[in-house]
């Protein structure tokens, strides 16, 4: 059984600080790694991919990727109210190209 | 370059009737993923189409179905609706099968009476 999991929060976190969000999986075989962000009454919206070990920047978005510890995580810098949302990560295993997607870390940015 | 639209961007319904809801991908994308999203259960696969294929499909009842037409276009269908359906379809199109960015649409709201 293929598993994405998340701490559902809520996690909050004052504007300008960095909120760190994470999530495992259950499977070594896995191929590629994506946070998604959704605003409440929306869909999800893509930030960030990752495939390799380490880490990848992108502006404020940092995601972080450890396979040996089948974790992913995605750390955002100087937060705002307007990062306030459901991030979502998702996994696509190398079988099927079928999407994993985690249940969730509801992130709130306190001005 | 325009997005994943879907219709209708709202539904109700009653038990046991029937429903079937489109989503048109972007431009040049050839695969289409349909999911349910719950409060409860997240976002969860239905299946995904490539080239009027289905390619993979979740674990959900024969009930619900879809298809692929050969401009891309896919529809889902959901038969015998049960309270239960009630839920947020989302529709994501990728370039190709295989091809792992997956881009969402608004999402269809379905309510079952």
């Known amino acids: 059984q293929k598993e994405v999991e998340q701490n559902s929060g809520p996690l909050s976190v004052p504007e300008g600080a960095i909120a760190s969000l994470n999530c495992t999986y259950s499977?070594?075989?896995?191929?590629?790694f994506f946070w998604y962000r959704q605003y409440s009454g929306k869909s999800p919206e893509l930030i960030m991919s990752?495939?390799?070990?380490g880490d990848k920047e992108d502006g404020r978005f940092t995601a972080q990727l450890n396979k040996a510890s089948q974790y992913v995580s995605l750390l955002i810098r100087d937060s705002q109210p307007s990062d306030s949302a459901t991030y979502l990560c998702?996994?696509?295993?190398?079988?099927?190209?079928?999407?994993?997607f985690g249940t969730g870390t509801s992130l709130t940015v306190i001005p | 370059k325009a997005g994943v639209t879907q219709t209708p961007r709202y539904l109700i319904k009653t038990r046991g009737q029937q429903v079937t809801l489109s989503c048109s991908p972007i431009?040049?994308?050839?695969?289409v993923s349909w999911y349910q999203q719950t409060p409860g259960q997240g976002l969860q696969f239905l299946f995904e189409?490539?080239?009027?294929?289905?390619?993979n499909k979740g674990n959900f009842p024969g009930r619900f179905s879809g298809r692929q037409f050969s401009n891309s276009r896919s529809e889902m269908n959901v038969s015998t609706l049960e309270l239960g359906d009630s839920a947020l379809y989302l529709c994501?199109?990728?370039?190709?099968?295989?091809?792992?960015?997956?881009?969402f649409g608004p999402g269809t709201r379905l309510t079952v009476l």
């Open positions: 499977d070594r075989v896995s191929q590629s």
């Open positions: 990752i495939y390799s070990n």
């Open positions: 189409y490539f080239s009027e294929t289905q390619r």
């Open positions: 431009s040049g994308h050839r695969s």
């Open positions: 998702a996994v696509n295993w190398e079988t099927g190209n079928q999407f994993y």
């Open positions: 994501a199109s990728s370039l190709e099968w295989g091809t792992d960015t997956q881009y």
